[in-house]
C-alpha cells in the first residue's frame, strides 16, 4: 500500500509534466495540424534559460527562496513564449499553404539545430550541468512514506495552469477565437480574427508552458543538457496522441496516465528495463480501439 | 455602397474571373446569378479578401479595400456568410453568435443586436447552448445569417443561403433577408444558384457566366428576359 502511494505520487508528478508539456503539442496540432518537433527543445531551453537566470534571481530574493523559484519560472516562461512565436514566424508562417509534411519536416530541421547549437562550445556545450536548487527541497516523512515536497509542488502547480488553461481556452474571447480558428481559418478571418495573432499567441502560451515544463522536470532529473528534451518531448507527444490529439484534457489526461505507467513499471522489479516497452504497447492497444485517443472525438462534422 | 470595376482572379493558373464590373448601392439587395463554377463565389472571397485580385479596384464606402486581409475588410463595415455555411461546429449556437460579434466594443449593443438575431429566427434561441455542429442544415443557415449580423456590418454577403434546404425553409429564409433589409435597411449581395428566389427578392441583378458579367438589369427586368428564363429560370 505505501509502494503503491509512493509510486502514484511520482507518477503524479511526472505526468504532471508530460501533460504541461503536451498541451504545447495538442494546442499547436489544433490550429495548424501539425505536430512541432522543435516544441521539446523549447523545454530544453526553458530549463537552461532558467539555469542561467538562477544565480542573478537568487542575489535579489536569496537562494532557493519561493519568490527566486517563482521568477525564475515566469522569466524562463516568457523568454520561451517569445521564442516559440520566433520559431513559428521564421520557420512555419512562410510554410503555411504548404503541404503538412514540408512542415513537418522543416519542424525536426529546426529542432536538431536548436539541439546541435545547443551543444556547441560556445552555447550550452554538450556536458550535463549541474542545475540549480531553485526550491527548499524538504523530505515529506508520512508513516513509512516519504515523497520530495518538490513533487508535491510540482502537481499542485501544475493543477493551477491547467484550470488556468481551461479557462482561457473555454472562458475568454481570445480562447474561442482560438477554437474558431482550430475548427475554420477563414470563416475565423471572416468574423474579423487576426489569424496570424492567435497563432503566435498559440505557440507563445504553448511554449510558456513547456518552459515551465522543462523546468519542474530539470528539479527531478540529475542535470540539464541539450538533448534533454528530447525524452519528455517525445513522452508527451504521445500523451497528446493518447488523450486525442487536439484535445486539451485529453493531453493532460495522456500526460497522467502515461507519467503513472511509467513510474509503476518502473518501480516493479524485474519490470523496469521494459517500462518503455510496456507503455508504448498500452499506447497501440488504447488507440487500436479508440483511434482518436481517449478524449478525442471522432470527427462528425456537417458540411 | 460597394463598386467593383475591372476585377481579375487567378487560382494559380486558371482564371476564374476576367474583368467584372458591378455596383451595389446603399439600402438595396443585389443578386448575382450564374450556373456552377461561373465565379460567384469567387467574387464575394475576392471582395472579403479570403483571394487576393489579381487586379482591379474594390471600393467599399469609398475606401479601396483590394487586397487587405479579411480580418481588417470586416472591421471596415463587410460581413459574409460563405458558401457551404461554416459555423463553427465545435462552438455553441451562444458562441458563434459572439464570434460574429468579435470586433464589435459596444456592449450594449450587443444584447439588442442579439435579441434582432433570436427574434428574427427564434429556432436559434431555443437552441443557444447547443454545439452548433449538432444543428440542422437550415438551422445552421439561420446561424450563419444570424453570426453575419452580429458584426453590424454595413455590408451583407450572402453565399447560397438556399444550398441543401428544403424549399419550404428556403422561403422562410429569404423572407428573413427581405425583413432584415427592410427593417435595418441593411444593404445586401446575394450570391443564389436559385434565380428565380432570387430574382424575386431583389432589385437589381448581374448574370454571372465563366468569369464575365453577361447581363444585367433590374430584377424585373432579368425575369422577363428571354435569355435568363431559359437559362437560369427553367424556360
Ligand atoms: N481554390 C481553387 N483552386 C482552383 N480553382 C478554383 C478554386 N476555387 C474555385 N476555383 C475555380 O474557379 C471557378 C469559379 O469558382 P466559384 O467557386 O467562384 O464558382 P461559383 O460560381 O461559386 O459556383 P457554384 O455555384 O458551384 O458555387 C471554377 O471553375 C472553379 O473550379
Ligand atoms: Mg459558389
Not at chain 1, 28 to 54: C, E, K, Q, S, T
Not at chain 2, 21 to 27: A, F, I
Not at chain 2, 132 to 149: C, N, V
Request: aromatic residues 8%.
Amino acid at each position: 500500500m505505501d509502494w503503491f502511494l509512493q509510486q502514484l505520487i511520482n507518477g503524479l508528478a511526472l505526468g504532471a509534466i508530460y501533460a504541461l508539456i503536451a498541451l504545447g503539442y495538442t494546442m499547436v496540432y489544433g490550429v495548424l495540424r501539425f505536430i512541432n518537433f522543435a516544441h521539446a527543445d523549447v523545454l530544453m531551453l526553458g530549463a537552461f534559460a532558467a539555469y542561467y537566470l538562477a544565480p542573478s534571481v537568487a542575489k535579489v530574493f536569496g537562494p532557493s527562496t519561493v519568490p527566486t523559484a517563482l521568477t525564475v519560472m515566469v522569466l524562463s516562461a516568457v523568454i520561451c513564449a517569445v521564442i516559440g512565436m520566433l520559431i513559428e514566424f521564421l520557420a512555419y508562417r512562410p510554410l503555411r499553404h504548404r503541404p503538412r509534411l514540408t512542415v513537418l519536416i522543416t519542424a525536426i530541421g529546426v529542432s536538431l539545430f536548436i539541439e546541435y547549437t545547443g551543444q556547441h562550445e560556445k552555447v550550452f556545450g554538450a556536458a550535463t550541468k549541474a542545475f540549480p536548487t531553485l526550491l527548499p527541497q524538504k523530505e515529506i516523512i508520512v508513516g513509512a512514506l516519504r515523497c520530495s515536497s518538490n513533487d508535491l509542488v510540482v502537481v499542485g502547480f501544475t493543477a493551477v495552469l491547467l484550470a488556468a488553461m481551461w479557462y482561457i481556452v473555454q472562458r475568454t474571447k481570445v480562447g474561442m477565437a482560438m477554437r474558431a480558428v482550430s475548427f475554420n481559418e477563414q470563416a475565423a478571418s471572416l468574423m474579423g480574427v487576426n489569424v496570424n495573432a492567435i497563432i503566435s499567441f498559440t505557440f507563445a502560451i504553448g511554449s510558456a508552458l513547456a518552459a515551465i515544463g522543462g523546468i519542474f522536470f530539470a528539479m527531478r532529473a540529475p542535470g540539464i543538457e541539450p538533448l534533454m528534451g528530447v525524452q519528455p518531448g517525445l513522452r508527451a507527444f504521445i500523451a497528446a496522441v493518447l488523450g486525442g490529439i487536439g484535445n486539451l484534457p485529453g493531453a493532460a489526461l495522456g500526460g497522467v496516465v502515461l507519467g503513472l505507467i511509467e513510474t509503476f513499471f518502473g518501480g516493479m522489479p524485474g519490470l523496469s528495463d521494459y517500462r518503455d516497452a510496456i507503455a508504448f504497447a498500452l499506447l497501440i492497444l488504447i488507440l487500436l480501439f479508440r483511434p482518436a485517443g481517449l478524449l478525442g472525438k471522432m470527427q462528425t462534422e456537417k458540411v | 455602397m460597394l463598386e467593383i470595376r475591372d476585377l481579375h482572379v487567378n487560382y494559380g493558373a486558371i482564371s476564374a474571373l476576367h474583368g467584372i464590373s458591378l455596383r451595389v448601392p446603399q439600402g438595396q439587395i443585389v443578386t448575382l446569378i450564374g450556373a456552377n463554377g461561373a465565379g460567384k463565389s469567387t467574387t464575394l472571397r475576392a471582395v472579403s479578401g479570403l483571394v487576393k485580385p489579381r487586379s482591379g479596384l474594390i471600393n467599399l464606402e469609398g475606401e479601396e479595400i483590394a487586397g487587405m486581409a479579411p480580418h481588417t475588410i470586416v472591421g471596415r463595415g463587410l460581413a459574409q456568410s460563405p458558401e457551404g455555411r461554416m459555423v463553427f461546429a465545435n462552438l455553441t449556437v451562444m458562441e458563434n453568435l459572439r464570434m460574429g460579434a468579435y470586433l464589435r466594443k459596444d456592449k450594449a449593443n450587443f444584447a439588442k443586436d442579439l435579441d434582432y438575431v433570436f427574434c428574427i429566427f427564434p429556432r436559434l434561441k431555443e437552441r443557444e447552448w447547443q454545439a452548433a455542429g449538432t444543428l440542422s442544415g437550415g438551422e445552421q443557415q439561420m446561424l450563419a445569417i444570424g453570426r453575419a449580423l452580429m458584426s453590424k456590418p454595413k455590408l451583407l454577403m450572402l453565399d447560397e443561403p438556399s444550398l441543401g434546404i428544403a424549399p419550404l425553409l428556403v422561403k422562410t429564409i429569404f423572407e428573413k433577408i427581405v425583413e432584415i433589409n427592410k427593417e435595418l435597411g441593411l444593404t445586401i449581395l446575394l450570391v443564389e444558384q436559385n434565380a428565380n428566389l432570387a430574382l424575386e427578392v431583389s432589385h437589381y441583378g448581374y448574370v454571372l457566366e465563366t468569369g464575365k458579367i453577361i447581363l444585367e438589369n433590374t430584377s424585373a427586368e432579368l425575369r422577363v428576359n428571354e435569355k435568363v428564363r431559359a437559362a437560369y429560370l427553367g424556360g
